[in-house]
């Protein structure tokens, strides 16, 4: 069993900045991909960002390029997710999971999933 714990939410006006964290406190963390996805109210769960297991290669939902960044310590067992230029329809709950196919996008690859971390924007 893997268990997510993500961190780091908040509130935050239009243009600012906040890290997400999420932490695996096990020795398989290093052997997954992972993923952030968002839940906005009303909506359903999208995908936001992706990173390999070893960090090398990034994936990005087209409304977050350029002003998101996903990263990862395998030291510390965790992943992150540095969120810039924040708008109001950045406001969701983000999760963190483990992916364990080869569609970073298809949420039904992802095997662990974090309980999420509000992040809400004012405008």
């Known amino acids: 069993q893997v268990q997510l714990v993500e961190s780091g939410g908040g509130l935050v006006q239009t243009g600012g900045s906040l890290r997400l964290s999420c932490a695996h406190p096990?020795?398989?963390?290093?052997?997954?991909?992972m993923g952030w996805f968002r839940q906005a109210p009303g909506k359903e769960r999208e995908f936001v960002a992706h990173?390999?297991?070893?960090?090398?290669?990034?994936d990005y939902a087209e409304s977050v390029k350029g002003r998101f960044t996903i990263s990862r310590d395998n030291i510390k067992n965790t992943v992150f997710l540095q969120l810039d230029s924040l708008r109001p329809e950045d406001t969701a709950v983000y999760y963190c999971?483990?992916?364990?196919?080869?569609?970073?996008?298809?949420?039904?690859?992802?095997?662990?999933w974090g309980r999420g971390t509000q992040v809400t924007v004012s405008s």
């Open positions: 096990g020795r398989t963390f290093s052997s997954y991909a």
């Open positions: 999971a483990a992916h364990s196919g080869v569609r970073v996008g298809a949420q039904e690859e992802y095997r662990y």
């Open positions: 990173i390999s297991w070893n960090g090398a290669n990034t």
